[in-house]
């Protein structure tokens, strides 16, 4: 008889707080799409960047609700990451839409670090990034 090879066991990230992440991400993703579909369908010709913004925000947050709900190591560095580059999108839009506000007829999710959102878009990725750290299995000394 063959030897089989066990399986690690998938790292679990919707326990705890993890699941009122995944319940955050979910909403978000609702509310990005959803304003990016409407923006996009009826006047993308009024402020192109910022809604195409809306619609990334919306795919950002969908990726990161589905590697939560997945679970396992490597789903948990790819939305480690994708919180990273979330995190960077806000301070990113934040700032260029307090800088220069011309360039945004529109806002975007990420507007003014996400004040339209009660600062949701910006708490929330360094929330997760805390999250998944701590999630982070344990590496046992040999």
């Known amino acids: 008889m063959a030897a089989t090879e066990e399986r ?4 679990r990230l919707i326990t ?4 009122l992440l995944v319940w ?3 909403v978000m993703v609702v509310g990005a799409v959803a304003r990016s579909v409407v923006q996009i369908s009826a006047q993308f010709d009024k402020a192109p960047l910022a809604y195409s913004l809306s619609a990334v925000a919306g795919v950002v947050y969908g990726f990161i609700t589905y590697s939560l ?3 396992g190591e490597t789903a948990r560095r790819a939305a480690l990451v994708c919180c990273g580059a979330e995190l960077v999108g806000v301070l990113t839009v934040g700032t ?10 529109d806002a975007t999710v990420w507007s003014d670090y996400g004040m339209g959102y009660l600062f949701i878009p910006v708490v929330l990725p360094l929330s997760a990034m805390y999250w998944l750290r701590k999630a982070h299995p344990r590496q046992q000394g040999a």
Do not use: I
């Not at 690690?8 to 790292?11: E, F, N, V």
């Not at 705890?16 to 699941?19: E, L, S, V, Y």
């Open 8 to 11: 690690p066991a998938k790292t």
């Open 16 to 19: 705890g707080p993890g699941m």
């Open 24 to 26: 955050l991400y979910g």
């Open 69 to 71: 709900v997945r679970g």
């Open 96 to 105: 260029w839409t307090l800088v220069e506000p011309s360039a945004f007829p």
